[in-house]
């Protein structure tokens, strides 16, 4: 196979594998150009290979060693020889649209630090932790999504509290099974403000503070939110729509868990498909009429 052949079969799978499992960024990115829409996936697949290696079964020095095979392919694919095809199209996206490499390196390290899962104090600490594995996706996306250098400390920081957002969003979400699997990104101080310890949610039985603990978790996360907004008003109108469709999604699945915080300890938590796609589209008319 040739070099063009294998980065247009790379793109391919990675579309494949965005359209499989990303039901909420997938939206944002049907939104965008051929081109940025490939890269995307792209990142994408990057980044679920990182988070399935640090984060699937096994013990942790399985684990550990996925993920140091993900860093040597890394490595291999920005040095110019990449292992595969999705590894050719990530080679490709990070050419065009000059991705800087520190970033990718980033994400591992923020991955990583699942496989010796240790409490966060406060929230600053858990702010770092939701810098490391979205926040730095965010950063990826500046270029693809073609953010003017002259705005681009502005959208930086638009791009890390947005990812903030929607990982605290994630975290709560994913409370109970995270707490079963040993887990806990919520600030302890936090969550002892509220009577509410790991080891009770993982159970089922959290205790009477838990409905408040979710809901002032929520609130930390709403005005992060807004960065969307603001970044979305940065960017080219045929990139524009993404951030905020993304966004209004993910605000949907937060409000879906503040109006019934028990909800996590149930099931996972979804916003059902209509409503979902009512959403991207409403926030994308908004954003593209500005």
């Known amino acids: ?65 996925r993920l140091e095979t993900v860093r040597t392919e890394l490595d291999r694919t920005l040095a110019g020889d990449p292992p595969s095809s999705s590894w050719a199209a990530l080679a490709d996206a990070s050419s065009r649209f000059r991705i800087a490499h520190g970033l990718y390196r980033e994400l591992l390290d923020g991955v990583g ?55 605290i969003t994630n975290i709560l979400r994913d409370l109970r099974e995270d707490a079963r699997r040993g887990r806990w990104y919520l600030p302890l101080d936090l969550s002892d403000r509220y009577g509410v310890h790991p080891e009770g949610v993982a159970a089922g039985r959290p205790g009477p503070g838990f409905e408040a603990l979710v809901l002032a978790a929520a609130e930390t996360a709403r005005p992060l939110y807004g960065a969307a907004r603001r970044l979305s008003a940065r960017l080219p109108r045929s990139t524009r729509a993404c951030p905020v469709s993304l966004a209004a999604v993910y605000r949907g699945l937060l409000e879906r868990i503040a109006a019934d915080p028990a909800a996590v300890l149930r099931e996972r938590v979804r916003v059902p498909g209509p409503a979902k796609a009512a959403r991207a589209f409403g926030a994308s008319l908004i954003a593209l009429a500005r």
């Not at 196979?1 to 391919?12: C, I, L, P, R, T």
């Not at 359209?19 to 051929?34: D, E, Q, V, Y």
């Open 1 to 65: 196979m040739s070099g063009a052949d294998a980065v247009e079969a790379g793109y391919a799978r990675c579309l494949a594998e965005t359209r499989r499992r990303a039901a909420n960024f997938g939206l944002g990115i049907r939104l965008l150009p051929r081109e940025r829409r490939r890269a995307l996936s792209a990142v994408y697949w990057f980044s679920q290979r990182a988070d399935d290696a640090a984060d699937g079964d096994g013990p942790p020095g399985e684990r550990r060693f």
């Open 113 to 167: 630090r699942d496989l010796d899962p240790s409490p966060y104090p406060d929230w600053g600490a858990t702010l770092a932790y939701c810098y490391g594995v979205a926040g730095t996706v965010g950063l990826i996306s500046l270029p693809i999504f073609g953010v003017d250098e002259a705005d681009g400390e502005n959208a930086r920081r638009d791009a890390i509290d947005l990812g903030a957002a929607l990982q």
